[in-house]
């Protein structure tokens, strides 16, 4: 709409003052329609230069609905437990850092990442995941807290 505005101006005589206005506003108008590209959270330890980088599963298309995303997600845990449970703790870091660039605030990734560092002995690590996983429980995920809560306490 601002555009038309523009082009409707260029064939009368307007001051500077209204011209300038009319071309912010196309301007910031353009910038509010694009969306920023996501990036890969940054682990704690690490710098955005020697995090992971490129994930082996592309993230799901804006446009996605929630219930499938959370079925996404709820496949993503089930596989992220399944390699811990077989002794895989890097797989399950893996599956976790990609789930996270689907959903940042999901607590129970934070968890995996607790439980699979601290089996490799990076204990600081998963004191680190704990105390960011803590920040996004929820009222209703009271186990979750508590098994965050003891590894901030080890």
Known sequence: ?????????AYR???????????????LTGCV???????????PGQTQENS???????????????????ALLNSKLYQANQALD???????IE???QSLRLDRSDARFYLIL?????????????RNFAR????????????IKQKLHKFTQI
């Open 132 to 143: 960011q996983g803590l920040r996004y429980v929820r009222p209703s995920q009271t186990d």
């Open 33 to 43: 329609a694009t969306q920023p590209t996501a990036t890969a959270p940054v682990i």
């Open 114 to 126: 607790s439980e699979a560092h601290w089996v490799m002995g990076n204990y600081d690590l998963a």
């Open 1 to 9: 709409m601002p555009y038309e505005l523009l082009k409707s101006l």
């Open 52 to 70: 992971s980088s490129a994930p082996t599963n592309k993230a799901p298309a804006p446009t996605q609905a929630p219930s499938q995303q959370l």
């Open 13 to 27: 005589k307007v001051g500077k003052r209204e011209l300038i206005a009319v071309t912010l506003s196309c301007v």
């Open 95 to 97: 599956i976790a850092e």
């Open 86 to 92: 077989q002794g895989k703790p890097e797989k399950a």
